[in-house]
């Protein structure tokens, strides 16, 4: 493997699956690259994997610093309110 290849290479020390629906999951865990260790999401399709490998193959993921939780979390939660709202006005 080359040295830029290993300057994109990243381990997954420990994840969370949850599932999405129709064959897709989201995985939380986290991730060693460039001995630096961070919090990843990522999306994609489940798949068969071997002992310690991520089951899904990765579609879209993110690295979220400590600083980007809270704001991240914030804005998740204010839309999430705001179709829980939607779907009781519906109702």
Do not use: H
């Amino acid at each position: 493997m080359s040295e830029e290849a290993r300057n994109f290479e990243s381990k997954w020390e420990t994840w969370t699956l949850i599932p999405a629906g129709a064959g897709w999951a989201f995985a939380v865990g986290i991730i060693e690259q460039n001995g630096r260790r961070r919090v990843r999401v990522a999306k994609g399709k489940i798949k068969v994997a071997g002992a310690g490998e991520l089951p899904i193959t990765q579609q879209l993921k993110f690295n979220l610093k400590p600083a980007d939780w809270r704001p991240l979390r914030e804005a998740i939660d204010l839309y999430v309110a705001q179709l829980q709202s939607a779907e009781k006005d519906d109702a």
